[in-house]
């Protein structure tokens, strides 16, 4: 049976080991006038200004966007699924799952077996929806014991994108290149 196609960027699914997962999140802040849309599920960094900006591949990670807010131009406070491009405002605070034994659920931009279990793979990014905040990253489909952006643990249990060797297969991974587990900084 065919895998769905249907991206969602990464989603939270538990711990490694046997850590409670409580869903919590960090504030970060976002420059104000900041280019490129962030979308809830998608990796950010951080950069040397103390703020974040959605990550692209081969880049060490901060974690998963989970929206944000802001105060608009009419002085109401803004709560968003997503951060869109140049939002002007110096109070963007963006809610971040930046902790490094978090598990997230994420399509994989091409076709998975077992094999890949334990290897590692890059982002593969394509922009979300502005309608709907969600991501459409997908982890891509080139594995290798080398060093990447995450680690593959395993593979969804959804009935809809769990059949291995078919394209769109759901893979359980955990950020292996992650900001607060690295030596150097921004």
Same mark, same amino acid.
């Given at each position: 049976?065919?895998?769905?196609?249907?991206?969602?960027?990464?989603?939270?699914? /538990? %711990?490694?080991?046997?850590?409670?997962?409580?869903?919590?999140?960090?504030?970060?802040?976002?420059?104000?006038?900041?280019?490129?849309?962030?979308?809830? =599920?998608?990796?950010? %960094?951080?950069?040397?200004?103390?703020?974040?900006?959605?990550?692209?591949?081969?880049?060490?990670?901060? =974690?998963?966007?989970?929206?944000?807010?802001?105060?608009?131009?009419?002085?109401?406070?803004?709560?968003?699924?997503?951060?869109?491009?140049?939002?002007?405002?110096?109070?963007?605070? *963006?809610?971040?799952?930046?902790?490094?034994?978090?598990?997230?659920?994420?399509?994989? *931009? =091409?076709?998975?077996?077992?094999?890949?279990?334990?290897?590692?793979?890059?982002?593969?990014?394509?922009? /979300?929806?502005?309608?709907?905040?969600?991501?459409? +990253?997908?982890?891509?489909?080139?594995? +290798? +014991?080398?060093? +990447?952006?995450?680690?593959?643990? /395993?593979?969804?249990?959804?009935?809809?994108?769990?059949?291995?060797?078919?394209?769109?297969?759901?893979?359980?991974?955990?950020?292996?290149?992650?900001?607060?587990?690295?030596?150097?900084?921004?």
């Amino acid at each position: 049976m065919a895998n769905k196609d249907a991206p969602f960027g990464f989603r939270a699914v /538990g %711990k490694v080991g046997s850590s409670v997962a409580n869903g919590g999140t960090t504030e970060y802040s976002i420059a104000t006038g900041a280019t490129g849309d962030i979308f809830s =599920g998608d990796p950010v %960094k951080m950069l040397s200004t103390g703020t974040i900006l959605v990550a692209g591949a081969a880049t060490t990670l901060l =974690g998963i966007f989970r929206g944000c807010k802001f105060t608009d131009s009419a002085g109401d406070t803004i709560f968003s699924s997503y951060f869109p491009t140049t939002t002007a405002s110096d109070d963007i605070v *963006a809610f971040i799952d930046d902790d490094p034994n978090t598990l997230f659920e994420v399509q994989c *931009a =091409g076709s998975l077996a077992q094999t890949a279990v334990g290897n590692n793979a890059e982002l593969s990014y394509t922009a /979300g929806s502005t309608k709907t905040g969600m991501s459409a +990253a997908e982890l891509s489909a080139t594995t +290798a +014991a080398t060093t +990447a952006q995450f680690r593959i643990v /395993g593979f969804s249990s959804d009935p809809a994108n769990n059949t291995l060797g078919s394209a769109n297969v759901n893979a359980i991974v955990y950020i292996n290149e992650h900001f607060y587990t690295t030596v150097t900084g921004v």
